[in-house]
Each structure stands twice: as structure tokens, then as C-alpha cells.
């Protein structure tokens, strides 16, 4: 029993990057399929999502979301997310 709810908490450390893995991924194909801002968004949305991950869940079940200290992290994330979203949100179409 013990060995299940060992593999299960492991299981469970890999959803909130995984959460924010596929939120970016989606941003890929959408930047690929010629609609960069719509997927810059989305790729900006998945560090915001990583920074208030980061912040919300304990580090012992953050699994790949743990770069450095919390701070640190949460700094970066959300720091690079909003200059993402703000480049996309800004820049003009150029015809």
C-alpha cells in the first residue's frame, strides 16, 4: 500500500509542470501555425502559471517547477511572462 502512495505522490509532483508544459505547448503550435500572438499569449500565460505554481504549491511538490529558491523563481517566471505578454499585446501588425 505504502509503495502506491509513494508512486502517487511522485505522480503528483509532475502535474503542475505538466499543467504548464502543455499550456506552452499549445502556444508552440499556435506560433507554428502562423498565429504568434495568440501563442505568445499562451506561452506567457504558462509562466504566469508557473510563477503562481511556484508560489502556491510547497517545494517538496513543485517537482520541475523548482529552479532556484522560491523568490527567485517567482521573480523570473512571472518577470519573464509579463515582458512575453507585453511584447505580444504591443507590437503592430506590420502590412
Given at each position: 500500500?505504502?509503495?502506491?502512495?509513494?508512486?502517487?505522490?511522485r505522480?503528483l509532483?509532475?502535474v503542475p509542470?505538466?499543467?504548464v508544459?502543455?499550456?506552452a505547448?499549445?502556444?508552440f503550435?499556435?506560433?507554428?501555425?502562423q498565429h504568434?500572438?495568440?501563442?505568445?499569449v499562451?506561452?506567457a500565460?504558462?509562466?504566469?502559471v508557473a510563477?503562481v505554481?511556484?508560489?502556491?504549491?510547497?517545494?517538496e511538490?513543485?517537482?520541475?517547477l523548482?529552479i532556484r529558491s522560491?523568490a527567485v523563481?517567482?521573480l523570473l517566471?512571472?518577470?519573464?511572462?509579463?515582458?512575453?505578454?507585453?511584447?505580444a499585446?504591443t507590437?503592430k501588425?506590420s502590412?
Open positions: 500500500m505504502s509503495e502506491q502512495s509513494g508512486g502517487r505522490s505522480l509532483t509532475c509542470f505538466g499543467l508544459l502543455l499550456i505547448a499549445v502556444g503550435l499556435l506560433v507554428s501555425m504568434w500572438r495568440r501563442g505568445s499562451l506561452l500565460v504558462a509562466l504566469l510563477a505554481l511556484r508560489v502556491v504549491i510547497p517545494q511538490r513543485a517537482g520541475l523548482v522560491r523563481d517567482f517566471y512571472s518577470g519573464f511572462g509579463a515582458m512575453i505578454l507585453a511584447v499585446l507590437i501588425w502590412q
